[in-house]
T-cell receptor, first 111, second 114 residues
Framework: QQKVQQSPESLIVPEGGMASLNCTSSDRNVDYFWWYRQHSGKSPKMLM?????GEKEEGRFTVHLNKASLHTSLHIRDSQPSDSALYLC???????????FGDGTVLTVKP | GGIITQTPKFLIGQEGQKLTLKCQQNFNHDTMYWYRQDSGKGLRLIYYSITENDLQKGDLSEGYDASREKKSSFSLTVTSAQKNEMAVFLC?????????????FGPGTRLTVL
């Protein structure tokens, strides 16, 4: 029983399009959500984090969080081929401080 | 800024062999982690260390040992390698377990067991 569920498993969008990725925690004892991006053969790099209800925007990337449903989403506008990667969502345990990762969404941006 | 180095980059072992992976960070971070990533999957926490000389088990600690020799280094031992096992082991560090503490990752050690 995966505690952090990500959907879809894979996503193909055209260059310039919008990519929308989802993540939900089934463990209610979480407070912070992190989004990491991992290019093939590389290590994960933090993209954005969020802990308040609402949305946060940084350039082409927007993160939403609904704390009641423990659902977060990442939206990438004007997607570029360089955005093609595995996107990992992680939820931080409130009491433990540990991160639990989902299995990720593989995003492919077609030129 | 800082950097995390992991050695070796590739590790090939035999079934039943004891294998050691090493990690060094120069962020001066207190907390260090070892994760396992199977192909195309998420990260699973094996061990973490809140500070020097501390060790905490993660969700996947069975079959592994860890050692925090000093603040900057964290080692992971596979106690008995399993045949056909293939995974990438990622080391990470953060300033602590605080809610805003970003984890920084090393480049990984790719393990293959023959």
């Amino acid at each position: 029983q995966q505690k952090v569920q990500q959907s879809p498993e894979s996503l193909i969008v055209p260059e310039g399009g919008m990519a929308s990725l989802n993540c939900t925690s089934s463990d209610r004892n979480v407070d912070y959500f992190w989004w990491y991006r991992q290019h093939s053969g590389k290590s994960p790099k933090m993209l954005m984090s969020i802990f308040s209800n609402g949305e946060k925007e940084e350039g082409r990337f927007t993160v939403h969080l609904n704390k009641a449903s423990l659902h977060t989403s990442l939206h990438i506008r004007d997607s570029q081929p360089s955005d093609s990667a595995l996107y990992l969502c992680a939820a931080r345990g409130t009491n433990t401080g540990k991160l639990t990762f989902g299995d990720g969404t593989v995003l492919t941006v077609k030129p | 800024g800082g950097i995390i180095t992991q050695t070796p980059k590739f590790l090939i072992g035999q079934e039943g062999q004891k294998l050691t992976l090493k990690c060094q960070q120069n962020f001066n971070h207190d907390t260090m982690y070892w994760y396992r990533q199977d192909s195309g999957k998420g990260l699973r926490l094996i061990y973490y260390s809140i500070t020097e000389n501390d060790l905490q088990k993660g969700d996947l600690s069975e079959g592994y040992d860890a050692s925090r020799e000093k603040k900057s280094s964290f080692s992971l031992t596979v106690t008995s390698a399993q045949k056909n096992e293939m995974a990438v082991f990622l080391c990470a560090s953060s300033i602590g377990l605080l809610n805003y503490a970003e984890q920084f990752f090393g480049p990984g050690t790719r393990l293959t067991v023959l």
